[in-house]
Each structure stands twice: as structure tokens, then as C-alpha cells.
């Protein structure tokens, strides 16, 4: 049965709806608590203008808290075969189990602002765990940072040697790499928290809703005013939040490009143990960075998500359009992908081995690192102007009896640099942008919506 078959007895195409519902059953299990979360607030709004009495709304609300509680939470709910979607295997469960009252949910609603509902409560739900654990990792970058803040190594641009380096520079600017990405999620949270109920199929009901009742119910920041944009936010949202978890994902990806080079031989600034590397069938003395060159091929999809879905959407018309169930399949796992590089990445630098007194092992090899450090020294102690003094210095190493003047950490003063790293900052910025998303406010509301006896 289909809940828009008019004469409840449609024998409906296998081969198409096979085709057409693709993954949906699988994927919307996800969905579930979200569903009803938004379900539950819907029949509050009905009460309040009418549309359910008061014995039926107990009905109604009691039953899907159980479900919410003893089968979503308790993971035991499943999606019954020939289901098409959640909103249906909900709205299904209600009439089975208590019989007319169970259609009533549905007065004022289509399935496709209920999507939007979902998806949105969904990915704020994402959102916050994975602001929480990009949280965790920046804190670990900076405590690795303030570790090795006198572990020097060379510093490249072009892949050539260019200036010196350590690795508590290395390790605190991705932490604070995380900071830019997160304010790029945190805009991203802002767009999601807005509240597509009651935009029906795009074009509103002739039923008095009361939007802004909704709205507070469920924690969002404002609404979807015009019920037709309400819609045409569908595959705009999925762009905007993950272009915004490309930008943590690009940070990943780059990181993990850095350790894939730092461990080589060429290399040789950090390791691993053996259980955590691989090594090759034919070449005994390999050890692989197979997990690093994971995370960067799963990040760089990642990154390549927003265009996928641009594509999907950018000639599309307003309204619906079924190609929007396509941008769902990959959009819903991409906040579990990402969780997971998190969790691996964090893993792996727990046993990162870093090498100490690189520069000083291979000064031959180094010792044009401190050419800007002579340059430097020229014009603060002899009157060079700057060009002068990068000309004699260039014209010494041509001639080849330039003569290195090793540094110390010391030499750099100024903020961010080897011997500031304003790490304390660094926090105090991070800080402020977790203190936006405000997550607390909407953890209270849902408790409220499933466990209060006040809302009755």
C-alpha cells in the first residue's frame, strides 16, 4: 500500500519502484527520531487550532513518544517491506496500531515539506557531533603543538626548502584551519535552522497553521517564510552544508598529503609503529601510510560533493522534482564519513613518532633555510636595505661560500610565528565559535517534546 493510493488496492510497478525508490529504506532509517520529533510537534500545532481533540492528541503523542523511546532509541525499528519512505512507515504504524486516529497526523502536511523537516532536523543533529569532535582534534592538534613547539624541521613552498619550522607551527596551523572551517559550518547551521513546515507541497494549505507555533517547538531559529522557497531550499541546503564539510574535509586532506610526504624516506621527519602502517608484498623494507592515503581519497570525494549536487539541482525549476531523492543517497553519508576520518586521524596521531634535531643531523643539507635570516641580519646590522642585502646573500650562495647562521626559536618574536605561537589565542577564537552554535537551547527542546507530561 502507498499513502497516495486513492483506492488502496494499486498493484504498482515492481521494476519501477524499485528503480525510483532506490535507497530510501535504508537511508531513512536515519530519519526516524527526526520524523517523529517533527511529527510530534505538527500535532501539537493541530490541537492548538482545532484540528485534534484532546483525547486523540494523547492517543497520538503517547504512541509516537513510545516509538521514539522503545524502538528508534532501543534500536528496534525497522522499515516493513513495500514501505517507500519514513514519513510512510510512520503515518502506517499509527493506523495499524491505533486505527482511524493515525490518519489524522497528516491534515496540513505533504511529504515533502516532511522531508525538508527531516533532513533539516537531521543535519543539525550532524552538525553538532561533528562541531563536538572537530572540537576534540583541534584541542589535541594545539596540546601536540605545545609538545613540539622546540622541534624544529624545515619548511617548504614549490616543494623546495625554503625557511625553518617546527612542528608545533605545523600541528597549530591545522588547528587553527578548523576555526575557519567551523564558521563556515556554523553559517551553514544558520540556513539549516530555519522551519519549512506547513510549506505543504510548496504552496501552503487552505488549514489555519500556525507556523510559528511549529517553529518553536522545534527549536528553530526562524522559519521558511515563503512556502515556495521553503521548497526550493531542497538541494540548495545539501549544497551550502556540504560545501561547508568540504572545507574540514580539504583541512583533512591536506594534513594527511603531509604526513604521506613527512614519513617517506625522502623525508623521514615522523613515523609510525609497524601495526599501524603496511607494508608491500615484494619490498621489504616499505611501510605504508595506507591509512592517511585513505582519509585523503574520502576527503577528497567529500570534496567533490557540492559540485555533484549542483549538478543534480541547477537546472531544476522551483517545486519538487524526484532527482532530489539521488542528492539524498549521497548526502545523508557524507556526516558519518566525515566522523569517521576524525576518528582515525585523532587514532593515528595518538603514536605519531616526530623526529628531533632534523636540522641539525643534515645541516649541509638544510643550510640555506637561514638565507632570509642572513638577509635579515644584513639589514638590522649592517644598513643593508633589503634588496641589497638578498642580492649579496643570493651572489654568496651562487659562488658557493655562503655560510649558514643557524637559528633559534628566538629568532621569531612576532605572533604566529616559531617562537609565538599564540596558541592561548588560537583556543580563545575557537572557543567563541563553539559558543554560537548554542546547542543546548535545542537539546532541551526535543527532551521537552518527547518527555514532558506540561505539553500534554
Not at 276 to 288: D, E, F, W
Not at 382 to 401: M, N, P
Request: hydrophobic share 40%; charged share 25%.
Amino acid at each position: 500500500m502507498k499513502i497516495w493510493d486513492k483506492k488502496n488496492n494499486l498493484s504498482f510497478n515492481k521494476k519501477i519502484e524499485n528503480f525510483t525508490s532506490g535507497k530510501d529504506s535504508k537511508i531513512d532509517l536515519l530519519l526516524a527520531p527526526h520524523d517523529v520529533i517533527g511529527t510530534i510537534a505538527h500535532i501539537i500545532m493541530l490541537k492548538s487550532i482545532g484540528l485534534l481533540n484532546k483525547k486523540d492528541f494523547k492517543i497520538l503523542i503517547h504512541e509516537l513518544r513510545h516509538i521514539y523511546v522503545n524502538e528508534i532509541l532501543q534500536n528496534n525499528f525497522i522499515m516493513d517491506e513495500g514501505i517507500e519512505d519514513i514519513h510512510s512507515q510512520i503515518e502506517f504504524l499509527l493506523i495499524n496500531r491505533l486505527g482511524e486516529v493515525g490518519k489524522k497526523i497528516h491534515s496540513g502536511r505533504s511529504r515533502n515539506d516532511q522531508i525538508l523537516v527531516d533532513l533539516k532536523l537531521f543535519v543539525r543533529t550532524e552538525i553538532k557531533e561533528i562541531v563536538l569532535i572537530t572540537y576534540s582534534f583541534f584541542d589535541f592538534l594545539l596540546k601536540l603543538s605545545e609538545q613540539h613547539k622546540n622541534t624544529f624541521m624545515p619548511g617548504y613552498t614549490h616543494y623546495q626548502i625554503a625557511m625553518p619550522s617546527s612542528f608545533g607551527l605545523w600541528f597549530a596551523a591545522y588547528a587553527e584551519s578548523l576555526i575557519d572551517d567551523l564558521l563556515l559550518i556554523h553559517t551553514a547551521y544558520r540556513i539549516v535552522n530555519k522551519n519549512p513546515l506547513g510549506s505543504a507541497a510548496g504552496y501552503g494549505s487552505t488549514l489555519p497553521l500556525n507556523r510559528k507555533m511549529t517553529t518553536d517547538l522545534l527549536g528553530f531559529e526562524n522559519l521558511n517564510y515563503n512556502v515556495i522557497y521553503a521548497q526550493m531550499g531542497r538541494g540548495k541546503m545539501e549544497i551550502i552544508v556540504s560545501e561547508s564539510i568540504a572545507s574540514l574535509a580539504r583541512t583533512l586532506s591536506k594534513m594527511a598529503q603531509d604526513i604521506c610526504l613527512y614519513l617517506s624516506q625522502n623525508f623521514n621527519f615522523i613515523s609510525f609503529p609497524d601495526h599501524l602502517t603496511t607494508g608491500s608484498s615484494i619490498m621489504p623494507h616499505k611501510k605504508n601510510p595506507d591509512v592517511f592515503e585513505i582519509i585523503r581519497a574520502k576527503c577528497n570525494r567529500m570534496i567533490s560533493l557540492p559540485n555533484e549536487i549542483y549538478l543534480i539541482s541547477s537546472n531544476l525549476c522551483s517545486g519538487y522534482h524526484r532527482d532530489f531523492q539521488i542528492i539524498k543517497e549521497r548526502f545523508i553519508p557524507l556526516f558519518e564519513e566525515i566522523k569517521k576520518c576524525f576518528s582515525m586521524f585523532k587514532y593515528m596521531l595518538n603514536h605519531i613518532i616526530v623526529k628531533n634535531n632534523i636540522l641539525q643531523e643534515e645541516k649541509d643539507k638544510y643550510k640555506y633555510l637561514f638565507s632570509v635570516e642572513i638577509v635579515n641580519k644584513l639589514v638590522i646590522e649592517k644598513g643593508y636595505s633589503f634588496r641589497e642585502a638578498y642580492q649579496k646573500v643570493g651572489l654568496d650562495i651562487q659562488k658557493g661560500c655562503f655560510q649558514p647562521l643557524y637559528f633559534t626559536k628566538n629568532s621569531y618574536s612576532h605572533e604566529g610565528s616559531i617562537g609565538n605561537l599564540c596558541n592561548k589565542k588560537i583556543r580563545n577564537l575557537m572557543k567563541n565559535v563553539i559558543k554560537e552554535f548554542n546547542f543546548y537551547k535545542i537539546e532541551k527542546i526535543i527532551k521537552r517534546l518527547i518527555y514532558s507530561k506540561n505539553i500534554l
